[in-house]
Each structure stands twice: as structure tokens, then as C-alpha cells.
């Protein structure tokens, strides 16, 4: 159920969940000539210039902060320093700032949503996942998709297969 991103028209009735992929390639650090960043920015644009609605659960929140933390620490090559002893240190203040910034931008394109997990069936999502099947996180994210009519917008081919509205430039995800 998957579409191309590059190809689809945005209308103010599209009711949207950007996943965390997507505002790390926007607001996220990112490699010089990344394709994709362009690609999600030039959806964003657009999403915004239709008056779609975009909403955002914590869970998506706090992805994109820790993520943005650890791809910073990546960055500055400090394997052989634990990654909380990092983020307490003086060092990670200006990343901090810029986390928060990047945070408060990606928040202001949004409404919040709840992810409605008191009524999410977790036994099952729990033995998906041990099966080896999902990653728990997604299914939650796949969940409240289903759950309030949402497309989901994401380059994460983890969603391949299921069964709700995706918005993508990813190939795996449009076979």
C-alpha cells in the first residue's frame, strides 16, 4: 500500500504521521549530497503549502531526539567514551542546543496525537516481536496509523507489507 512520495499530490484532507526517518532527514545531521534529505524536505514543503495535517506521538519525539544524540556522537568519533558520560559532559551542550532547536521546529509543524497504547493489543505486538518479525516501536507507530486513519510517511522498509497508507522514496518499500 505503498506510494511514491516524489509523485503524490498533497491535499489539505491528508492526515499525516511523518516517522522519525523522515525529520532526521529533514532537521537531522546528515551526510553531504543526501538524496533523500532533499526528497523529504521538497514532501515537506509541499504537505505544508496543501494545508495537509501532520501529527506527531512522544514516541516519535523521543526517537528523533536520542537519535539525533547518538548520530552527533557517531560523528565526532567517541566510541571509547560511554555515550552518557558524553551527554552530561560540556562538550554535548551546543549539541544539545541544536537538538532542541531541531526538536522545537519539527514540533511546530504538528499536532500531537496519543499513540493509544492502553488499547494496543501487546501480547501480540510482544510475540511478533520475539518472533523476530517487527520491531516493536513500528508496530506501535503502524498501530496508531491504523487506528486514527493516518498515512504514514517513512523511509523505514520495515513497514513493507503493512496493512496502512505509506507515503515513500524508498524502493523496497514501492516493489
Same mark, same amino acid.
Given at each position: 500500500?505503498?506510494?511514491?512520495?516524489?509523485?503524490?499530490?498533497?491535499?489539505? $484532507?491528508? +492526515?499525516? #504521521? #511523518?516517522?522519525? !526517518?523522515?525529520?532526521?532527514?529533514?532537521?537531522? @545531521?546528515?551526510? @553531504?549530497? !543526501? !538524496?533523500?534529505?532533499?526528497?523529504?524536505?521538497?514532501?515537506?514543503? +509541499?504537505?505544508?503549502?496543501?494545508?495537509?495535517?501532520?501529527?506527531?506521538?512522544? #514516541?516519535?519525539?523521543? +526517537?528523533?531526539?536520542?537519535?539525533?544524540?547518538? #548520530?552527533?556522537?557517531?560523528?565526532?568519533?567517541? @566510541? $571509547? &567514551?560511554?555515550?552518557?558520560?558524553?551527554?552530561? *559532559?560540556?562538550?554535548?551542550? @551546543?549539541? =544539545?542546543?541544536?537538538?532542541?532547536? *531541531? =526538536?522545537?521546529?519539527?514540533?511546530?509543524?504538528? *499536532?500531537?496525537?496519543?499513540?493509544?497504547? &492502553?488499547?494496543?493489543?501487546?501480547?501480540?505486538?510482544?510475540? &511478533?516481536? &520475539?518472533?523476530?518479525? =517487527?520491531?516493536? !516501536?513500528?508496530?506501535?507507530?503502524? +498501530?496508531?496509523?491504523?487506528?486514527?486513519?493516518?498515512?504514514?510517511?517513512?523511509?523505514?522498509?520495515?513497514?513493507?507489507?503493512?496493512?496502512?497508507?505509506?507515503?515513500?522514496?524508498?524502493?523496497?518499500?514501492?516493489?
Amino acid at each position: 500500500m505503498a506510494s511514491n512520495i516524489r509523485q503524490y499530490n498533497f491535499t489539505q $484532507h491528508d +492526515e499525516l #504521521l #511523518l516517522d522519525t !526517518n523522515i525529520w532526521l532527514f529533514i532537521y537531522g @545531521p546528515q551526510k @553531504p549530497g !543526501n !538524496n533523500k534529505a532533499a526528497v523529504y524536505s521538497q514532501a515537506l514543503s +509541499e504537505i505544508i503549502s496543501s494545508r495537509s495535517r501532520i501529527y506527531i506521538d512522544v #514516541l516519535i519525539v523521543s +526517537e528523533f531526539i536520542n537519535t539525533y544524540a547518538r #548520530l552527533q556522537w557517531d560523528i565526532l568519533g567517541r @566510541p $571509547h &567514551e560511554y555515550f552518557k558520560k558524553f551527554r552530561k *559532559s560540556q562538550d554535548f551542550k @551546543p549539541i =544539545a542546543k541544536d537538538i532542541a532547536d *531541531s =526538536a522545537r521546529r519539527v514540533l511546530g509543524h504538528c *499536532s500531537k496525537i496519543d499513540s493509544g497504547f &492502553e488499547t494496543v493489543d501487546t501480547k501480540q505486538l510482544i510475540a &511478533e516481536y &520475539e518472533a523476530g518479525d =517487527a520491531d516493536f !516501536n513500528d508496530q506501535i507507530i503502524a +498501530e496508531l496509523c491504523r487506528k486514527k486513519g493516518l498515512k504514514l510517511v517513512t523511509d523505514d522498509a520495515d513497514f513493507h507489507g503493512q496493512d496502512i497508507p505509506v507515503l515513500t522514496a524508498n524502493k523496497k518499500l514501492l516493489v
